[in-house]
């Protein structure tokens, strides 16, 4: 009996404690630093304005300006391009590290066309 007693006294007490909440007060009052009719004005500017809804890059290229040389590319590319070994990986064989034995097929031209020699031509 004294169980069933206290068993209520605390279901009471957690019921009491459980039934508060929150009061409630009201919508809380905008705060902008435009007018009515200036969010008006501008809601009817950006609806008006033109090509709104076109994504980028669908009215073709866009402009680019180059900030490199652009013969330190070129050169870059033929260096790349003439590279010995570019094709091979030390992932080829087991255990291998690549050690490169030719000579940059680029890097050889240069050379023969300063020194004015058969490969210059």
């Known amino acids: 009996m ?9 279901l009471s007490f957690l019921a009491a ?17 435009l007018s009515r009719a200036d969010v008006d004005a501008e809601a009817a ?3 008006s304005a033109p090509n709104q809804n076109v994504v980028r890059g669908s009215r ?18 033929v260096a790349t391009a003439n590279a010995p070994d570019q094709n091979v990986s030390s992932s080829s064989r087991v255990n ?15 050379q023969a066309q300063k020194q004015g020699g058969p490969a210059a031509k």
């Open 45 to 47: 500017r950006t609806a």
């Open 96 to 110: 291998s590290r690549v050690v490169s034995t030719m000579p940059n097929r680029a890097d050889t031209l240069q």
């Open 2 to 10: 004294k169980t069933s007693h206290i068993l209520a006294a605390a």
């Open 60 to 77: 073709g290229a866009e402009s680019f300006k180059s900030v490199a040389n652009p013969e330190a590319v070129y050169a870059q590319a």
């Open 17 to 33: 404690a459980g039934a508060h909440a929150e009061s409630y007060h009201g919508v809380e009052a905008p705060v902008s630093a």
